[in-house]
């Protein structure tokens, strides 16, 4: 059993780093981040965002909405154990792609080997595994990490600026440099470059206070103790949440407190888990059903990974997902153009979305359009209108699980924003991800056939007809 040693509660180092301003002065470059402070940053921010995550307001979002929503409970699952686990695995797996991190910064660490910085793999192998006992729980520095992460998300920015202005520069300089014979008179050039080279100047003042402001200059030991304490105390976060829900999290326990889970300790960080006794439907394992301290059912760990991975039958599963949203998130927009009168934005918009349909689609939209055509009855107002009631119905639901997907993917790619993001992030679950690819096609197939034919009546109301 590993108690998380005291030395978590402070900097641990050598003797002169505790005399006061000794701490900067004794550290070599080697023991900054450096160019690494950017990847540390990014780390913190998945740390901050899980944290807001597992908030209180997050919970009780998913309990009451999220998974209880309309679009989640026909196109994905009104299993409320399965939506748990895969909110469970998101979270874990995010988790541990911080910890992997972690892990590697902790290699470059240069405190004692007993503490969190240099021991933080061994910790949380036990961690995961049951064995390990807190010495003392303790909050994230979320405000702590939330400040280092925008200094150095600003550095960043500061940094590409600085990098286009040198280039600028050198191209500058380059040319003048092939000029040949007396310059040429022009009075402006000087004056020009001068202030450019005063405004490279300040550039590089920017960026020179931010590194020093920022986790560029920050020690391995310490920023790697900071987000140490973070995976660890969300990890037990996650348990105390998940845990009598989701078979193979351990329960974790206190050193004053040897033989009971860490329930006693709820009141620190929540009301409780995820769902109250008589919200718990029948097939979701109780909390005797967890392993016990000790256990031999934790020999082997979660895969996680294998929870989240799409079912064949998903839109996620076709890589259709993220185009689906879009033309989703494209017929809504069509919908309010035609609501609004702006037909004549709407053709671009027709073509775009007619291009972005897989064929499969686009043949269950003209066999619909078919059939309709057949028999399409009196094409008057009302009939228009039932059109787009039924579109707007189907919107309720469908788009924001849309939206979600969109966001989902954003949220997950490397660009600068979604870098540094640090509230909750969208959740799988509520994404066409794990969407039925059927009933997504159908919803599809409806809402355009009914634009369709809003287009058609309005088109042939002007004395212009075109479908889809």
């Known amino acids: 059993m590993v108690v998380f040693p005291k030395s978590w509660h402070g900097?641990?180092?050598?003797?002169?780093?505790?005399?006061?301003?000794?701490?900067?002065?004794?550290?070599q470059p080697r023991d900054k981040l450096g160019i690494l402070s950017f990847e540390a940053a990014a780390t913190m921010s998945r740390l901050v965002s899980l944290h807001q995550s597992l908030s209180e307001a997050q919970i009780s979002k998913l309990r009451s909405d999220t998974m209880r929503s309309q679009g989640v409970s026909y196109l994905n699952s009104k299993d409320q154990a399965f939506l748990i686990r895969l909110a469970c695995a998101e979270l874990m797996e995010e988790l541990e792609r911080a910890a992997d991190t972690i892990s590697r910064f902790?290699?470059?660490?240069?405190?004692?080997?007993?503490?969190?910085?240099?021991?933080?793999?061994?910790?949380?192998?036990?961690?995961?595994?049951?064995?390990?006992?807190?010495?003392?729980?303790?909050h994230p520095k979320v405000k702590?990490?939330?400040?280092?992460?925008?200094?150095?998300?600003?550095?960043?920015a500061e940094m590409e600026a600085l990098e286009e202005l040198e280039a600028s520069e050198r191209k500058m300089e380059k040319w003048w440099g092939r000029l040949s014979g007396p310059i040429p008179k022009q009075p402006q050039m000087p004056v020009a470059h001068d202030e450019y080279r005063l405004e490279l100047k300040s550039q590089r003042q920017i960026v020179r206070r931010l590194k020093e402001e920022s986790l560029w200059n920050e020690s391995f030991d310490k920023a790697v103790t900071l987000m140490a304490k973070s995976a660890c105390a969300i990890f037990i976060r996650i348990c105390t949440v998940f845990g009598p829900y989701v078979s193979g999290l351990p329960p974790v326990?206190?050193?004053?407190?040897?033989?009971?889970?860490?329930s006693r300790f709820r009141a620190k960080f929540s009301s409780g888990p995820i769902m109250e006794q008589r919200d718990i439907p029948m097939n979701i394992p109780t909390s005797s059903s967890c392993p016990i301290f000790g256990s031999t059912d934790l020999k082997s760990e979660m895969n996680w990974k294998k929870i989240l991975e799409a079912a064949p039958d998903t839109v996620g599963a076709a890589g259709l997902s993220l185009r689906y949203a879009n033309v989703i998130l494209t017929a809504e927009r069509l919908l309010r153009m035609e609501a609004e009168g702006r037909e004549d934005e709407m053709a671009a918009h027709r073509e775009e979305m007619y291009e972005m349909l897989p064929v499969a689609l686009r043949s269950i939209v003209r066999s619909k359009l078919r059939d309709w055509w057949r028999d399409p009855g009196p094409l008057d107002q009302s009939l228009a209108e039932g059109w787009k009631e039924a579109a707007d119905r189907i919107f309720a639901w469908l788009g924001p699980v849309a939206r979600d997907t969109e966001r989902w993917h954003n949220e997950r790619t490397m660009d600068r924003k979604s870098r540094y993001e640090t509230g909750p992030r969208a959740l799988r679950l509520h994404t066409l991800h794990v969407s039925n690819k059927a009933k997504v096609e159908a919803a599809i197939a409806e809402v355009l056939v009914g634009l369709s034919c809003l287009c058609w009546y309005e088109e042939r109301r002007q004395g212009s007809f075109r479908v889809f």
Request: hydrophobic fraction near 35%.
């Open 11 to 27: 900097h641990a180092s050598s003797p002169a780093s505790h005399k006061p301003g000794a701490i900067n002065r004794d550290l």
């Open 253 to 262: 326990f206190h050193s004053m407190d040897r033989g009971r889970p860490l």
């Open 106 to 138: 902790s290699l470059r660490c240069n405190g004692p080997t007993t503490s969190l910085s240099r021991g933080f793999t061994r910790v949380y192998a036990n961690l995961k595994s049951g064995s390990a006992d807190l010495g003392k729980l303790e």
């Open 144 to 156: 702590k990490m939330e400040k280092l992460i925008a200094i150095t998300a600003k550095l960043s």
